[in-house]
């Protein structure tokens, strides 16, 4: 299973972006999958996160209300739309799937498969 993410980019405080993932080396899109970020001397953290059946979502406090996770199975695409960002969003963004239809999809050990960071800075 290979994840290909992409959108990042330079972008000023109060601004948007739309990150995008495309998934590919699996027969169903429908698994857990959510979005991580890192930013410098930091741990990685959750951002936000997605159910198997896309019934649930997940969101960190310092993002709910402005990012909003969504996903096309048909496409095999997850989305992180990000409004109202902030300097301390700035990071890698990474996003990652599970090998099975796992409850646990907040939990960081819960993902298996990873893509590669796209990273977002957010200028004051």
């Known amino acids: 299973v290979q994840l290909q993410a992409s959108g990042g980019g330079l972008v000023q405080a109060g601004g948007s972006l739309r990150l995008s993932c495309a998934v590919s080396?699996?027969?169903?899109?429908?698994?857990?999958t959510g979005w991580f970020r890192q930013a410098p001397g930091k741990e990685r953290e959750l951002v936000a996160a997605?159910?198997?059946?896309?019934?649930?979502?997940y969101y960190a406090e310092s993002v709910k209300g402005r990012f909003t996770i969504s996903r096309d199975d048909a496409e095999f695409t997850l989305w992180l739309q990000m409004n109202t960002l902030k300097p301390e969003d700035s990071a890698a963004y990474y996003c990652?799937?599970?090998?099975?239809?796992?409850?646990?999809?907040?939990?960081?050990?819960?993902?298996?498969?990873w893509g590669q960071g796209t990273l977002v800075t957010v200028s004051s």
């Open positions: 990652a799937t599970a090998r099975t239809h796992t409850y646990y999809y907040s939990r960081m050990a819960s993902y298996d498969y």
């Open positions: 080396g699996r027969t169903s899109n429908r698994y857990p």
């Open positions: 997605i159910t198997w059946d896309s019934v649930n979502t």
